[in-house]
């Protein structure tokens, strides 16, 4: 009899031993199935603190199983019954009924679960739970909140905002421990901090918070001026504090691989980048008044960035057009085009003109093209003279995307590191002297 499981295997303990025991007992050959890091992320395990080959290594060394095979995508198992002649697939209770349709090619049999241990468990004794505070109680925070619920290691502990009533009705709404108006107290009880507070507040805030040796985790844009992101990295390094910008794109499995695609040459040498993020804002304005707001301070991050990643940040000069109705005291309109010393670049930002909101790498064989809402890449397609070479990429995005974001965050403070590739100090300070340089200089039109 052929058995089979599969699992992440992540910290190998007890529990997965036990299983691993029980289910070779039931047959004369037991293949395991390890899952890749991108499988797991696509089912939302984001903490998983060991490496594939790590995780195989556990498997191997228990001694029970007399096959490994890696386990990369959903459905794989249907293959993989047929494939190697399965005759049992066994897997712990925790998954009772999940896999019944496994019924058709084998037999499906759920092993009782070990009590009292997991992965899980053994990560927070390792690492401990990151106690963070939010800065804010608007959307963005509400949002937070709701998608940390998928992140392990991390425990939102209070909330700070502007007004009592805000905080407390945050709090309650979330069950936190706490609600403050005043910062010094939230940074008093937490490791990390949160900010989603308004634009021209971030520089103050996360200053604070790096001087007391406290981890920041900045919603774009992280400053409105690059001396002021020098600034923030330079303390950070002299902390030793993880700063990271907020930027949810950068850390999306779908956007990496994106940029990974063209710059590894496939669409030969890149000469222009298109990118547009339009957004309505009906009603009032208010939130945007007063200098810090408009479509370039709200929007331009995302745009920036792809263009940052893709060119770099050492273009030779730039051009910003911004339409500034006499009723507004912002953009509510703007393009901001870069010259590269071989490329040319164009980010387009709405807040009361609706673009398609798309983006165009434009490369010397050929071109990707992410549909809208490229920011939230699911999809891209490698497109060519000759149509039979396109090529579709499928990724997941999952809920707001702020997930990937926060796990990053919190496996950066965990491993002891203070930057990630996935958004780095040059390339937050990058945007930022973009976007200042851009406001700057705007041409505008009414
Ligand atoms: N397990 C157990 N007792 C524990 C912990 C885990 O019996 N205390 C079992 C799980 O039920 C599973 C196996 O050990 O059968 C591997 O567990 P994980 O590493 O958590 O992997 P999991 O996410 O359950 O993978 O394709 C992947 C599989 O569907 C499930």
């Not at 025991?21 to 089912?43: M, P, Q, W, Y």
């Not at 203070?418 to 009414?446: D, G, H, L, N, P």
């Amino acid at each position: 009899m052929r058995v089979i499981t599969y699992g992440t295997f992540d910290l190998f303990h007890e529990g997965h031993r036990k299983l691993l025991e029980r289910a070779k007992s039931l047959g004369s050959h037991l293949i395991v199935g390890v899952t890749t890091e991108n499988f797991d992320d696509a089912r939302g395990k984001l903490n998983v603190q060991q490496s594939l080959m790590e995780r195989i290594q556990n498997v191997q060394a228990s001694g029970l199983a007399d096959q490994v095979i890696i386990e990369e995508y959903e459905g794989q198992k249907i293959h993989d019954m047929q494939k190697y002649g399965v005759d049992i697939f066994a897997i712990g209770s925790d998954w009772r009924g999940s896999f019944d349709y496994l019924q058709d090619y084998c037999q499906v049999i759920y092993l009782d679960r070990t009590e009292g241990i997991s992965s899980t468990l053994l990560r927070k004794e390792n690492l401990g739970v990151v106690r963070l505070g939010i800065v804010g109680a608007g959307r963005i925070a509400n949002r937070f909140m709701t998608e940390s619920l998928f992140v392990s290691g991390v425990h939102i502990e209070g909330v700070c905002s502007r007004t009592h009533e805000s905080a407390s009705s945050f709090k309650n709404k979330h069950q936190l421990k706490y609600a403050t108006t005043n910062y010094a107290d939230l940074l008093e009880n937490v490791d990390a901090v949160y900010l989603a507070s308004p634009h021209e507040t971030h520089f103050e805030y996360a200053e604070a918070a790096i001087r007391r040796g406290i981890h920041v985790l900045c919603e774009k844009p992280l400053t409105l001026t690059a001396a002021e992101a020098v600034a923030l990295f330079d303390l950070a390094r002299e902390m030793n504090v993880v700063l990271v910008e907020a930027l949810k794109t950068a850390f999306s499995p779908g956007f990496q691989r994106m940029v990974a695609v063209a710059r590894s040459g496939s669409i030969g040498d890149i000469r222009s980048v298109d990118a547009t993020f339009t957004k309505l804002e009906k009603g009032d304005l208010r939130e945007l008044q007063g200098g810090a707001g408009g479509s370039i301070s709200e929007l331009a991050s995302y745009p920036v960035l792809a263009i940052v990643k893709l060119l770099g940040g050492s273009y030779r000069s730039l051009t910003c057009y911004s339409h500034i109705p006499r009723t507004s005291e912002v953009d509510l309109f703007s393009r901001i085009d870069l010259l590269y010393p071989h490329a040319l670049a164009s980010a387009r930002v709405g807040l009361g003109v609706k673009c398609e909101g798309d983006l165009v790498v434009g490369g010397t064989e050929g071109y990707i093209y992410v549909p809208a809402p490229w920011w939230k890449t699911e999809y891209f397609e490698a497109r060519f003279e000759d149509p039979t070479r396109n090529k579709r990429y499928y990724y997941k995005f999952d809920g707001d995307g702020l997930r990937y974001e926060i796990a990053e965050f919190i496996s950066l403070i965990n491993g002891g590191q203070i930057e990630t590739y996935k958004m780095r100090a040059s390339e937050s300070i990058a945007i930022a002297r973009i976007i200042e340089t851009a406001r700057q200089e705007a041409v505008v039109f009414v």
